[in-house]
C-alpha cells in the first residue's frame, strides 16, 4: 500500500470511482481509493439502476442530462472492453392525483426549456407506452424516451479500470478506521491495511459517509435508511420503458436480461444501517405491483435485497469542501439518485478540488445550506 498520496477517496461506488478517474485525467497524481469491500459493494451496486433526466429542479435536470449524455459515449470514453449496457427504454412517471397533474406539467415545461425531449401525456397515450398499465390508477404521465436502466456493476468497472489506467490505486477490502488531523488540516488515513500521509481526504462513503465525517469532527446532516428491492425470474420482453410513481410509491422496469426489477420506499424504516429483507416488503410490493402492472403478479421472485440511501433532509446530495478542516470534501447524501449522478459528480468534484469554474452551479449544495436555512427542495423524489 502507498504511504503518501496527494488525495484519498474514501468508497468504492460509481461515485469515488468517477472522481478518481476526472482528478487523473487531469493529470492529478498519487490518487488513492479506499474501499471496505468490493467495488460498488455499497448503494451503487444494490440500486435499481434507473437512470432518469425527469426532475423538478432545474440543477437536478441540468445534471442528468449531462449525466446521460456521457453513459451514452462512456464505453468509448472509458475505453471499456465490456459493455456498461445503458437500455434506454424510457422513463414513464404516472401520477395518480390533481395535485400531480399539475406538478407534472410544470416539471415537463421545465425540462422542455432546458431542451430536454419529454411528454406530458394522458393516460390513454400511457397505456399505449405500457399496454397492461391500469389506468384506473392513474390521472396523466409525463414520458422522455432517452431515460433508461444502466448496470451498475459495470459501469462502476468501467471508471475503476480507467482510473487504474491513470495510474490511481484502488484498494478493495480495506477498511477506514481514522482521519489524522493537524491544527485543523487533514494529514492522514489510518487504515486496517496501514495509514496513508495525504493532505486531501474525500468522502464519497455512501450510506457510512456520516461516520467518515465524525471521524474529523465533522457533523454532516444525513441518515441512511434501508430501501428494499426484488427481481423477478427474466421473460420475453413486455415492458420498455421504467414505470414510476411517486405517489403510488413504486419504480419498476424489466431489464436488458429479462427480469423485472423493483422497488418502493417505506416511511416507518429505522434510521440506521441495516441491509437486511424483509416479508413486509415483499407483500407491500407485490400488492403495488399487481394493481399497476397486474400481469407482473403472475412471475415469480427470485431474489430480493437492500441498500441505503444517504438521506440530507433536502433529499439533495452535499459536494464540496467545509470550512473546519482543510482539505476534507464530500460527495454525499444522494437521498437515492447517486448512481444516475455518477458522471457529473465525478466531474464537479474534480473541479471543486482542482479550484476550477464548475461546469454546472452546483454552489448550493454546500453544507452550509443547513445552517443557512436555504434548502434546495426537489420534489421528484421517491
Known amino acids: 500500500m502507498l504511504k503518501t498520496a496527494d488525495i484519498v477517496i474514501i468508497g468504492g461506488g460509481i461515485s469515488g470511482c468517477a472522481i478518481a478517474y476526472n482528478l487523473a485525467k487531469k493529470g492529478v497524481k498519487n490518487i488513492v481509493v479506499l474501499e471496505k469491500n468490493y467495488l460498488a459493494s455499497g448503494a451503487t ?86 399496454p397492461f398499465l391500469n389506468i384506473d390508477k392513474i390521472t396523466s404521465a409525463t414520458f422522455c424516451p432517452k431515460d433508461g436502466h444502466l448496470n451498475p456493476f459495470l459501469t462502476t468497472d468501467a471508471y475503476a479500470k480507467a482510473a487504474r489506467r491513470l495510474g490511481v490505486k484502488i484498494y478493495t477490502f480495506t477498511t477506514v478506521t481514522g482521519i489524522k488531523t493537524e491544527n485543523g488540516r487533514i494529514t492522514g488515513v489510518m487504515t486496517d491495511k496501514g495509514d496513508i500521509a495525504t493532505n486531501v481526504v474525500v468522502n464519497a462513503a455512501g450510506g457510512y459517509s456520516k461516520s467518515i465525517g465524525d471521524m474529523v469532527g465533522v457533523d454532516i446532516p444525513v441518515f441512511s435508511e434501508r430501501h428494499q428491492i426484488l427481481v423477478t425470474e427474466p421473460v420475453e420482453p413486455m415492458m420498455g ?62 431474489r430480493q435485497w437492500a441498500g441505503l440511501y444517504n438521506i440530507t433532509p433536502d433529499r439533495q446530495p452535499i459536494y464540496g469542501a467545509v470550512d473546519e478542516v482543510e482539505g476534507f470534501y464530500m460527495a454525499v447524501g444522494y437521498s437515492g439518485h447517486g448512481f444516475m449522478f455518477g458522471p457529473m459528480t465525478g466531474l464537479l468534484m474534480s473541479e471543486m478540488i482542482l479550484g476550477e469554474e464548475l461546469t454546472i452551479d452546483i454552489s448550493s449544495l454546500g453544507i452550509d445550506r443547513f445552517e443557512k436555512n436555504e434548502l434546495v427542495l426537489e420534489p421528484s423524489v421517491v
Open 45 to 130: 451496486g444494490r440500486c435499481g439502476a434507473g437512470i432518469r433526466q425527469q426532475w423538478g429542479t432545474e440543477m437536478n435536470c441540468r445534471v442528468a442530462m449531462e449525466s446521460i449524455k456521457f453513459f451514452e459515449t462512456a464505453n468509448e470514453e472509458l475505453e471499456y472492453d465490456g459493455d456498461i449496457e445503458f437500455k434506454q427504454g424510457g422513463y414513464l412517471i404516472v401520477a395518480s392525483t390533481p395535485k400531480e397533474d399539475e406538478q407534472f406539467k410544470k416539471n415537463v415545461e421545465l425540462q422542455k426549456s432546458l431542451g430536454m425531449e419529454v411528454d406530458f401525456i394522458t393516460s390513454h397515450e400511457a397505456k399505449e407506452i405500457v
Open 241 to 302: 420503458p421504467m414505470v414510476m410513481s411517486f405517489s403510488l410509491n413504486i419504480y419498476t422496469q424489466q431489464t436488458p436480461h429479462g427480469s423485472i426489477i423493483m422497488g418502493r420506499g417505506d416511511n416507518n424504516e429505522p434510521k440506521d444501517l441495516r441491509i437486511t429483507s424483509s416479508w413486509q416488503f415483499l407483500d407491500e410490493m407485490a400488492k403495488t405491483v399487481t394493481d399497476l402492472l397486474p400481469p407482473i403478479g403472475r412471475l415469480r421472485v427470485i
